[in-house]
């Protein structure tokens, strides 16, 4: 019995051998040896208990059933190879709606030109950007992506790429470090008064 994909294969070897006329270029053309078309045709007739080409050593003719087999194989590979032929398409040029959570003081700062560079490439992708420095759910709240500014992230079955680094700062007004003195090390922190952003 011929698996569905070597079935398949030999379809498209077939309408190859048909379309060209020749066992030979349709080789070059599948970047297969002469032998392995042959082969697979030979399968192709035996799978269907017909002769779907006459070969002589100086040409090839398409039986009847040849020919019909042929024009029903076309309609069916094309119909077949056309829904890859869509995502291929979609992976070329990005479209539909992208929903995208972004911490607020990094949209204005880094991405606001990004995303207006990102629209005007791909003018079919409609963008939908939270703003907000909640940590919310992508997969409950429906979120294509999120951007997130962190040391570390909970473990999930997500994808996560850094984008860059932002470095911290600790600063202090000088009439602060009279009175309470210098920290030396990121440990001392803990015995001063701090305003932490705490997202």
């Known amino acids: 019995m011929v ?7 030999a379809m498209r070897t077939f309408r190859r051998v048909v379309e060209l006329g020749s066992f030979t270029a349709a080789a070059r053309g599948l970047n297969l040896s002469k032998a392995a078309v042959s082969k697979q045709v030979g399968e192709l007739e035996s799978h269907l208990g017909a002769t779907l080409i006459h070969r002589t050593t100086r040409r090839l003719s398409v039986t009847e059933v040849g020919n019909a087999y042929f024009e029903r ?37 880094q991405l606001a030109a990004t995303l207006n560079d990102l629209a005007s490439r791909y003018p079919k992708l409609r963008l939908s950007i939270e703003a907000s420095d909640r940590f919310v759910d992508l997969i409950e709240e429906g979120y294509d992506a999120a951007i997130r500014i ?34 030396k090390r990121p440990e001392d922190l803990k015995q001063h008064n701090c305003i932490i952003y705490t997202q």
């Open 3 to 9: 698996r569905m994909m070597d079935q398949l294969n």
């Open 150 to 183: 962190r040391t570390e992230l909970p473990d999930s079955s997500l994808i996560a790429r850094r984008l860059c680094t932002i470095p911290r700062y600790v600063c202090a007004a000088p009439k602060y470090l009279r009175k309470f003195g210098e920290p």
């Open 73 to 109: 194989a076309v309609r069916l590979l094309d119909e077949f190879e056309a829904p890859e032929a869509e995502v291929r398409h979609l992976q070329a040029e990005p479209t539909g709606s992208l929903k995208l959570s972004v911490p607020n003081a990094f949209s204005v700062t």
